[in-house]
């Protein structure tokens, strides 16, 4: 009997920190805690914990995937970092998912993904029954005349809930990727770091 395909999905590009363990298409542990800090942390024992609980080990993942955003920069190069580490470690793929990939998984189209940008903004991408437009960012307002508009269905931040929870959406979205050509997950960033410049001058290098 084949054996099924196990991928081992997370995601830490907001508030969280989320795992999920995809066997075929049954989901043999999840976790999804919230959190503002401390993702990094937490993450490789929540990964480790998802594990034990399916009573199963490293050696038995047939692929990784990873939440690559757009979202929280620091929460998005946290699993990008991880996933790239143990995708090298245990000599398997590693497949990124956009975080609209995964709230519109599983929905019928057309449809429009929205996420929290922050400053009454949304990130919006939006999937037609031919293509995939380019992701971009809106006012939260305008996401909902431009939905009423088209006739989309909307689905993310105050509005209709995904069909499936974060990190099983991102392994199920893997799933559909695997056997495609290797593709190293990069974060997705739809805007500039938040970051204020120094104030200090920068050190001069010796020649």
Known sequence: ML?????????TSAAHCAAALLS?????AERFEP??????????VLLSEILIEANT??????????GVGPGNFTGVRISVSAVRGLSLSLGIPAIGVTGFE????????????????????VYWQQFTTAEVLQAEIIDGSEAESRAKGQLLTLVGDQ???P???TANAIARVAATRLGDPV???????????DAAPPRDPAPKILQ
Request: charged share 25%.
């Open 35 to 44: 959190m503002t800090k401390g993702q990094a942390e937490r993450l490789m």
């Open 102 to 121: 995964a709230l519109v998984y599983g929905l019928e189209r057309p449809v429009a993904a929205t996420i929290d940008a922050r400053r009454n903004q």
């Open 24 to 28: 075929g298409d049954e989901v043999l």
């Open 159 to 161: 509005n209709r809930p």
């Open 57 to 66: 080990g490293w050696e038995e993942l047939t692929a990784l995937a990873v």
């Open 183 to 193: 593709q190293k997950p990069a974060p997705l960033y739809l805007r500039a770091a």
């Open 3 to 11: 054996r099924k395909p196990m991928i081992l999905a997370f995601d």
């Open 163 to 165: 069909l499936f929870s």
